[in-house]
T-cell receptor, first 114, second 116 residues
Framework: AQTVTQSQPEMSVQEAETVTLSCTYD???????LFWYKQPPSRQMILVIRQEAYKQQNATENRFSVNFQKAAKSFSLKISDSQLGDAAMYFCAYKREYGNKLVFGAGTILRVKS | GAVVSQHPSRVICKSGTSVKIECRSLDFQATTMFWYRQFPKQSLMLMATSNEGSKATYEQGVEKDKFLINHASLTLSTLTVTSAHPEDSSFYIC????????????FGPGTRLTVL
């Protein structure tokens, strides 16, 4: 069974600084998808970024980028120029290419200091 | 973007009563919907997967007679918590997969259930 591990329960970053959230996963599949979701205090899940495993190029969405290391099964999220609105719980998630289910990590609480 | 709504956003009920939560895809057809449960500061736990017109598939350890799921149309799935007890108090989140976008789930805003 696939597992997703987020080893940082909480992280803090100063406003305008950069922070990296870690995620590792375990799978025997070669084709899959990885996601980072943000859950702010409103509890609404928001997709931050998506990475297809067959793509070598790291995904980027504005201030958010990932470092996808397929061999190491690592998928970290970098947030540049952190803003107060980035404060949230961040979840890393995995999905098999033709599967239904998302497998979530335990989450990382990100605090942004002004 | 695809929008998923949930109703109610919060509900308080007495122990022993049943509560129904609705999940709707507003601007797309959802062949598959998912129901999650989330405790404070914890991850989402998948409870069941429902496909339109067929019985839901429950995850191990989830009582199907306790949590009744119906997916009668391509835009609506319901979760009924039967004979609710205080330990059923939690945050319930649904998500829906657009048949055109196989790889992405769109999440509802969640329902906070409190059982007294």
């Amino acid at each position: 069974a696939q597992t997703v591990t987020q080893s940082q329960p909480e992280m803090s970053v100063q406003e305008a600084e950069t922070v990296t959230l870690s995620c590792t996963y375990d799978t025997s599949e070669s084709d899959y998808y990885l996601f980072w979701y943000k859950q702010p205090p409103s509890r609404q899940m928001i997709l931050v970024i998506r990475q297809e495993a067959y793509k070598q190029q790291n995904a980027t969405e504005n201030r958010f980028s990932v470092n996808f290391q397929k061999a190491a099964k690592s998928f970290s999220l970098k947030i540049s120029d952190s803003q107060l609105g980035d404060a949230a719980m961040y979840f890393c998630a995995y999905k098999r290419e033709y599967g239904n289910k998302l497998v979530f990590g335990a989450g990382t609480i990100l605090r942004v200091k002004s | 973007g695809a929008v998923v709504s949930q109703h109610p956003s919060r509900v308080i009920c007495k122990s022993g009563t049943s509560v129904k939560i609705e999940c709707r895809s507003l601007d797309f057809q959802a062949t598959t919907m998912f129901w999650y449960r989330q405790f404070p500061k914890q991850s989402l736990m998948l409870m069941a997967t429902s496909n339109e017109g067929s019985k839901a598939t429950y995850e191990q350890g989830v009582e199907k007679d306790k949590f009744l799921i119906n997916h009668a149309s391509l835009t609506l799935s319901t979760l009924t918590v039967t004979s609710a007890h205080p330990e059923d108090s939690s945050f319930y989140i649904c998500s829906a997969r657009d048949y055109r976008s196989y790889n992405e789930q769109f999440f509802g805003p969640g329902t906070r259930l409190t059982v007294l």
